[in-house]
């Protein structure tokens, strides 16, 4: 009898507290039920500001491990980090980079989930920034001469950037565009993996609404989506796109370069 494949382990990188729930929340509820190991490391937001609390509650709703936290400042924030940390759009890349190559050494996921290059819809700073970060970990972490303090040198086996589609984006286009947001949708062909995550969209709301100082502000995704009938915030969020980005050495890959 063949034995069921063990559903893959994930480690999500995502800029701020509820990147991870609104992006990818679905997904890591639907591996954790699974029996997979999930875990999120946020790049902003620090242990002693007002959000730490809620990314925990998040993450337990989800089935992942405890809050990882960067440590950086919110570009647009100054509340995200109240003993004055070095936001994450200014932070040396380095140190970012050998930060996180620390927790995918750590965590030793099959799978990396993060931003994509356009920082998802409204192209925010910090999602990029945490984007360019991750493919640099992601790949360093296999490397043993790169960052050899950061433990032992593990390669996962793909990265996937969430992203939305322009055929793609649906409601939620209109819905960011009412509070004056803009929409960097990614070409149809960019989108290579569409997760229908109906099963767990409760889950996923859940966990939205466990970030709580969001949901009573008027112009963040979490509050835009609380106000919405139940019917249309579903429909937005019952699927979850990605591009998968292939890591490491792809023996007999027929795509090479000519030598």
Known sequence: MTQPTAA???LGVFAHPDDE????????????????????????????????????????I??????????????????????GAVRL???????????LVAHIREVRPD????????GQLTGHPDHRRAHQITLLAVEAAGLPHLYPDAGEPWQPAALYTATHSESGVGLLGPLLQSVGK?????????????????????????????????VARERPL??????LPEAERHEIIRTESFTRLSLGP??????????
């Open 8 to 10: 893959p382990s994930l």
């Open 21 to 60: 729930s609104l992006l990818a929340g679905g997904v890591l509820a639907q591996h954790a039920a699974a029996g997979a190991r999930t875990a999120v490391v946020t790049a902003t937001w620090t242990a002693d500001s007002h959000r730490a609390p809620e990314l925990a509650e998040a993450l337990k």
């Open 62 to 83: 989800l089935g992942a491990d405890a809050p990882r936290l960067l440590g950086y400042a919110d570009a647009r924030n100054p509340a995200s980090a109240p003993g």
């Open 89 to 99: 759009v200014d932070a040396p890349l380095d140190d970012a980079v050998g930060s």
């Open 111 to 118: 799978i990396v989930i993060g931003h994509d290059a356009l």
């Open 182 to 214: 803009t929409l960097l949708a990614t070409p149809d062909a960019y989108v290579t993996t569409t997760v229908d995550v109906s099963p767990w969209a409760a889950v996923k709301w859940e966990a939205i609404c466990a970030h709580s100082s969001e």
């Open 222 to 227: 979490p509050g835009l989506l609380a106000r």
């Open 250 to 259: 792809t023996p007999g890959d027929p795509h090479r370069l000519i030598a």
